[in-house]
């Protein structure tokens, strides 16, 4: 009693691990096809995720440079704000200028459609091909006995 017990667990368990592999193989295809299409045959899919990404920042703690008007003096220490946040931004921009978000966030997608992949296809083939060993071997002892 207790080994058939044991011998169902452990069948549940292949077939778990099995189906959870096969769902990270699916997971990885898709995501993989849907990179392939957009980068081949609907590359203005991702436009307006790279038109998000180029969007200047804000400048941070300078809220009161919004108030400010033409008769309005600023401080020597908000005037070091601002010179301090127009330098970020100059160096923000020559960085951004080196990076495509569109190419960027492609990779990022690919890496992990790329990980689900080279992680269920070993967990999917390895639990599949034990459940058919384990499937095989009462049939042949039947068939010999």
């Given at each position: 009693?207790?080994?058939?017990?044991?011998?169902?667990?452990?069948?549940?368990?292949?077939?778990?691990?099995?189906?959870?592999?096969?769902?990270?193989?699916?997971?990885?295809?898709?995501?993989?096809?849907?990179?392939?299409?957009k980068?081949?045959?609907?590359?203005q899919?991702?436009?307006?995720?790279?038109?998000?990404?180029?969007q200047p920042?804000?400048?941070?703690?300078?809220?009161?440079?919004?108030?400010?008007?033409?008769?309005?003096?600023?401080?020597?220490?908000?005037?070091?704000?601002?010179?301090?946040?127009?330098?970020?931004?100059?160096?923000?921009?020559?960085?951004?200028?080196?990076?495509?978000?569109?190419?960027?966030q492609?990779?990022?997608?690919?890496?992990?459609?790329?990980?689900?992949?080279?992680?269920?296809?070993?967990?999917?083939?390895?639990?599949?091909l034990?459940?058919?060993?384990?499937?095989?071997?009462?049939?042949?002892?039947?068939?010999?006995?």
């Amino acid at each position: 009693m207790e080994r058939n017990r044991n011998l169902t667990v452990r069948t549940v368990y292949l077939y778990v691990a099995t189906l959870v592999g096969l769902g990270l193989i699916i997971a990885g295809g898709v995501q993989s096809f849907e990179l392939l299409l957009k980068a081949t045959v609907l590359p203005q899919a991702d436009a307006e995720e790279g038109l998000w990404a180029k969007q200047p920042p804000m400048p941070y703690a300078l809220d009161r440079v919004k108030e400010l008007d033409e008769s309005s003096e600023i401080s020597d220490e908000e005037l070091a704000m601002v010179r301090s946040w127009l330098q970020d931004y100059e160096n923000w921009s020559e960085q951004r200028a080196d990076i495509d978000p569109v190419v960027a966030q492609r990779q990022r997608r690919a890496a992990t459609a790329l990980s689900l992949l080279f992680v269920g296809i070993p967990v999917y083939l390895y639990h599949w091909l034990t459940i058919r060993r384990e499937l095989k071997g009462p049939k042949e002892a039947d068939a010999q006995a």
